[in-house]
């Protein structure tokens, strides 16, 4: 009986040490990040891994600045000052003729709206479930509605916007409301981006070269459940990237971001998705709103008590890596999202003129002068209008700022656009995405001409797009004055310094004496295309009125 008693005794205290080990290891420190989140930011893994002293307790979040000033509003095609030569640009007749091929029914269109507006529904109502089990697995309570959605919400109209033409109309007011509530709205959430996650844990903190593609870069939504990319500033205006980098570890830059939409919309191409500068709070409008533990955990305090935030291993896992705010408040830029890929399928091709990845390897293009002859033979180059739009990118990526002279040393514009993603509902014919430009903008002391392979190997262009590039090389329509101008009205404005809009003259140049080699070697009517399925026009009367 004795010996009865001493084994059960033995095999209470054994459950009893399990439970302790259980509550010491594992749920005491849930516990403690809990608490500790509400009193201030946590301290860095890695800070901590290198021995450095402890950062100092948080200031407490101030309150939510005050909205600034609004900007100075620049509408395409209206409105602003009577002198505006960006007022004069969107109201000449290039840029309000018809497109071809016209718009026929909802089969051009991108969304059929009641299934979209359906779609988004059950979204919404799975999101509101989720944080309501979450705020109940934490016994909190809040006085915040379930989220609704509403179907006039900018992001929900420049979704059922999104035609064959592009991804909004010219003149669209959906697109201008869009970027003012980016710029204004509250975020109710904040995330890791999907190719982020992917990445978590596949990398060590003693890596140099993150992995490629992959950048500090958050998920936010805002409070009518619209969402948007975050790319936080990782340099200032007026640094240039070294000559000795590589294109493929350069850092993004958020200003970048903001001025390829611009410039994206003064050509007329309506590819880059509507973008806006922001001062984020981070405390506030990242840490308090977020779910993901891991980002929690990567927020910490300065020795100058600035908060900073840096992403694990994804990006580089050292605190000298991180962005802070100035304490609290950090610009970035804000991308809208497109549709989900469960609505609008989006088909990823590599691009013909893709970039060696390797310090010595070299593509086929960029040793054989005669690459494009095999390109515009093969499918689908030699039967839609892919080639043409290739070369539309090229000029866009071109225009965005090189690097230098130096093969593979410097970002070169867009030289990191390996693939380009196209919605498949258009087919062969559809326009390409113009995604993820924040490698631009870089270095506006050089050019890097290799960019516009496609123009001068295969010695092609749209006539649309030649008497755009022709109509902004004008002294009354000068590129870099419409862009100073559509800059103002960012809330982050400067946006670009001015060596970086002078370039964009200088640029546009060569561009156009490109396509006049081309023209004297090929001829006009191989040179120009007039219309679609590549056919091209003689007639260069057009070319040269475009005043």
Known sequence: MPGLRRDRLLTLLLLGALLAADLYFHLGPRVRRRLQHRERPLGCPCARRAASPAPAPAPSAPSAPSAPSAPRRVEPGGGGDPGSKLRALFAHPLYNEPEEPPLLGPEDSLLAGPEALRYYRRKVARWNRRRKMYKEQLNLTSPEPPVQLRQDASWVQFHLGINRHGLYPRSSP???KLLQDMRHFPTISADYSQDEKALLGACDCSQIV???GVHLKLVLRFSDFGKAMFKPMRQQRDEETPEDFFYFIDFQ??????AAFHLDRILDFRRVPPTVGRLVNVTKEILEVTRNEILQSVFFVSPANNVCLF???PYMCKTEYAVCGSPHLLEGSLSAFLPSLNL????????????SYSLAGREEWEVNPLYCDAVKQAYPHNSSNRLLNIIDMAIFDFLI???PPQRLASPAGNMDRHHYEMFTRFGEDGFLVHLDNARGFG???HDEVSILAPLFQCCRIKRKTLLHLQLLAQADYRLSDVMRESLLEDQLSPVLTEPHLLALDRRLQTILRTVQNCIEAHGEQSVVADGPMGQWAPDSSRANATS
């Open 253 to 258: 830059r958020h200003n970048a971001e903001i």
């Open 174 to 176: 959906v697109v201008s």
């Open 443 to 445: 270095r506006h002391s």
């Open 344 to 355: 609008a399928p989006r088909l990823s091709v590599p691009s013909p003129w893709i970039r």
């Open 311 to 313: 992403a694990k291993c």
């Open 210 to 212: 993150k992995p490629s």
């Open 401 to 403: 700022g090189p690097g």
